[in-house]
């Protein structure tokens, strides 16, 4: 069993209040869970407007496998305009 964790940390420039960080967020955090079905929190700056740090996780039973979802997700995230990443941290286990 492959365990595959990632930590971002996104910039959300749109964000004018907790309310419109919390809006972009949500949209984020629904469709990564919709399309790629990992699990997939904030974890972090829940009291800054335009900063977040999210985490999600995969599990396979092949760490190929495991690293192309966190690659997609990671892109997937880029390409939605909602928030930048400025940095992320992959894991596996």
Do not use: P
């Not at 999600?56 to 305009?81: L, M, P, R, W, Y």
């Amino acid at each position: 069993m492959v365990v595959g964790l990632c930590t971002l940390e996104l910039y959300i420039g749109e964000a004018d209040s907790l309310k419109d960080k919390r809006r972009v967020l949500k949209s984020i955090l629904d469709r990564v869970r919709g399309r790629f079905n990992v699990s997939i929190a904030e974890i972090g700056q829940q009291d800054l407007w335009q900063r977040a740090t999210i985490a999600f996780a995969c599990v396979s039973n092949d760490s190929g496998h495991t690293n192309q979802v966190i690659n997609n997700v990671i892109k997937f995230i880029e390409k939605q305009n909602q928030a930048q990443v400025t940095d992320y941290r992959i894991e596996t286990f």
